[in-house]
């Protein structure tokens, strides 16, 4: 296809879908990567996740944490659709930290994740990335404030109220009055950071190689697999990945290992200008835009 027309391709996939996105895939090995606006910073919603696990892994392995101590957790009581896991138990709950990075990972549980933030606080994950050499994540809030944005203020059947008004509220300089979107004060990254990152756990340099190999089997017990699973997973192809989502924002980063042994790193960070919940369309496209870019890059290799 060409790299070019590749990278026009799938950015007028995006668009035609009412999608802004940021899009980068490397060759792990090679270091070969393509991408657009891989640069762009984005309010990262669950993806921050994935820095929790290797920070709180860090500190396992320097004593810091017990990952076997059961940790009290309150129920979240939220009743509201999404939120999984521990977020919606009635009743307090005994779970071990290495059981909290499960459910943090693999179902993508708000409650879990606090708990673990509790243990090493946002700006401590931060502080454990730059000590990692990794520049492009801030960590500024727990993720119990993303379940105080205005979509948590309609009834379900006026969420899309939520989204036209998050669509319509951001600045040029990518600010926001809803606060969990303003880069300004949201947990942050860009498609380059993560990928960064993700290279780093399944090539470690910095990261223990004990945290890396957890950290990708965590990835790979992921179960949301509606968004990028359906174009990378396949019987010849492993995929392992993290969603984020926070109103109109999509994203999911992951790594696909192909059987003839290349092994890719995909980020994929959407943001649309529909306003509304619900966007399987949306899902499809942004795996395909990731798709055009991942074959043009495997075609190259």
Do not use: C
Not at 102 to 119: E, K
Not at 211 to 221: K, P
Not at 228 to 236: M, V
Request: hydrophobic residues 45%; glycine residues 8%; proline residues 5%.
């Amino acid at each position: 296809m060409g790299m070019t027309t590749a990278l026009r391709r799938a950015r007028q996939e995006l668009d035609d879908a009412g999608l802004r996105g940021a899009i980068l895939v490397r060759d792990l090995d090679s270091g070969d990567e393509l991408g657009i606006d891989a640069e762009l910073e984005w309010p990262i919603a669950s993806l921050v996740k994935v820095p929790l696990a290797i920070a709180t892994l860090e500190r396992a392995v320097r004593g810091e944490i017990d990952l076997t101590a059961p940790i009290t957790v309150s129920p979240g009581r939220i009743t509201t659709p999404g939120p999984t896991g521990l977020t919606r138990f009635r009743n307090p709950a005994q779970i071990s930290v290495d059981d909290l990075l499960y459910l943090s990972i693999a179902i993508s549980d708000s409650g879990a994740s606090d708990a673990l933030f509790a243990l090493t606080p946002p700006a401590a994950v931060t502080a454990e990335l730059r000590r990692l050499g990794y520049a492009g994540i801030t960590i500024r809030h727990l993720m119990d404030d993303l379940t105080r944005t205005p979509a948590e203020a309609f009834d379900p059947a006026d969420a899309h109220l939520a989204h036209a008004l998050a669509i319509g509220a951001a600045t040029a300089g990518n600010g926001h009055a809803v606060a969990q979107i303003d880069v300004g004060q949201a947990n942050i990254g860009s498609a380059r950071a993560f990928v960064d990152l993700l290279h780093g756990v399944w090539r470690p340099t910095t990261i223990t190689p004990e945290v890396a190999a957890r950290t990708q089997e965590l990835l790979g017990d992921n179960v949301i697999r509606h968004r990028l699973a359906p174009d990378f997973s396949s019987d010849a192809s492993r995929w392992s990945s993290k969603t984020g989502t926070v109103l109109n924002f999509r994203h999911e980063i992951g790594v696909v290992e192909h059987a003839d042994g290349q092994v890719l790193a995909v980020a994929a960070l959407t943001q649309s200008r529909v306003p509304a919940v619900i966007q399987p369309g949306a899902e499809a496209i942004m795996a395909k835009a990731a798709r055009i870019i991942h074959n043009e890059l495997r075609v190259r290799s």
